[in-house]
Nanobody, 119 residues
């Protein structure tokens, strides 16, 4: 049974930082492209960042480039999202996503973690 468990969300002031973690189990973590998505109230879910193994090649949404950093630790089956210089527009539920590197139809979602940026 595959599980993706996010943690690290919460309330932060504008300009602050948060670090999200997503611990995976039940899959061969290293062969999955790991991503973070987010969904704000009334908006569609959007891709925030992705990281591919083993190259650790990353991609980011334009809205978070230079502020967010995605990383992974294959030894711990965990992907991270370091979020700096947070803005109120970053407020959303953040979801972890895993997609099989060779079979894109095999993919999994976490349950999400709330990030709220407010003064």
């Amino acid at each position: 049974q595959v599980q993706l468990v996010e943690s690290g969300g919460g309330l932060e002031h504008p300009g602050g930082s948060l670090r999200l973690s997503c611990a995976a189990s039940g899959l061969t973590f290293s062969i999955y492209t790991m991503s973070w998505y987010r969904q704000a109230p009334g908006k569609e879910r959007e891709l925030v960042a992705s990281i591919i193994s083993p190259s650790d090649s990353t991609t980011y949404a334009d809205s978070v480039k230079g502020r967010f950093t995605i990383s992974r630790d294959n030894a711990k089956d965990t992907v991270y999202l370091q979020m700096n210089s947070l803005k109120p527009d970053d407020t959303a539920v953040y979801f972890c996503h895993a997609r099989h590197r060779r079979v894109p139809g095999i993919n999994y979602w976490g349950q999400g973690t709330q990030v709220t940026v407010s003064a």
